[in-house]
């Protein structure tokens, strides 16, 4: 057997990976269904708690910027794990499942916040005074005015983020969830060979290039014209 041929019999022997694409597509849909969900529920916190600051609330200001600041510092895989193991101490106790979904919402929702809220600060004061000389109230202004102009700013750095977070799905490998890494961890145990690595690798791919090819399209589509 040649070099070439024992790399294809290590990484990618199809009799393996055929063996085991049925619990790998179940861990395809997992990921997705964690992604999608992590991905709505994240950007909604997010948004949410940037309008909050916009009515200047000293207290409300301030827990918030605590929120974000130490979701922001820790790891998401130390909540993870913390949530997953600590919580049950108290009484709370979540499935693996839950647990990586409501981490990586509250970490996504972290950084989002801080993105809607630099957007929101970047609309210039004369188009506050401007709206509310027409007439509209507060809430109209941010919501008819203000809110349009920020996410639209706000869409490339908020696409990064979105997809850097969304990854840490295989983090849900260390409490259970038989996301696509678990799968084929699990999987390339039973056989001794790497090539269900290569099939969730391949998986991966799959998933979150069009996820990036969507971000790409927004940040053209939106993005505001050179004079």
């Not at 085991?20 to 909604?44: E, H, R």
């Not at 709206?131 to 509209?136: E, K, Q």
Request: proline share 4%.
């Amino acid at each position: 057997m040649s070099q070439f041929d024992r790399f294809l019999a290590t990484f990618f022997d199809w009799e393996i990976i055929r063996d085991f694409l049925p619990a790998l597509g179940q861990g395809f849909v997992i990921t997705c269904q964690l992604m999608v969900s992590i991905v709505v529920s994240g950007l909604a916190l997010g948004l949410v708690l940037a309008v909050a600051r916009t009515f200047r609330i000293r207290a409300v200001n301030a827990a918030i910027v605590v929120y974000v600041d130490a979701l922001r510092a820790l790891p998401p895989l130390v909540l993870i794990l913390l949530a997953y193991f600590g919580l049950p101490n108290v009484g709370i106790g979540l499935s693996g499942f839950t647990v990586v979904w409501l981490v990586l919402t509250l970490v996504l929702a972290a950084f989002a916040e801080e993105i809607f809220w630099a957007g929101i600060l970047s609309v210039r004061q004369g188009q506050w005074e401007a709206a509310r000389s027409t007439g509209l109230g507060f809430l109209q202004t941010l919501v008819y005015v203000v809110l349009p102009q920020a996410v639209r700013l706000t869409l490339p750095p908020l696409t990064n983020r979105t997809i850097a977070i969304t990854k840490n799905t295989a983090l849900g490998t260390v409490v259970g969830v038989g996301e696509i890494l678990n799968q084929a961890t699990t999987a390339q145990s039973f056989v001794g060979n790497a090539s269900p690595l290569m099939a969730g690798a391949i998986a991966y791919i799959a998933l979150f290039v069009p996820v990036v090819v969507l971000g790409r399209w927004l940040e053209t589509r939106y993005s505001w014209r050179k004079a």
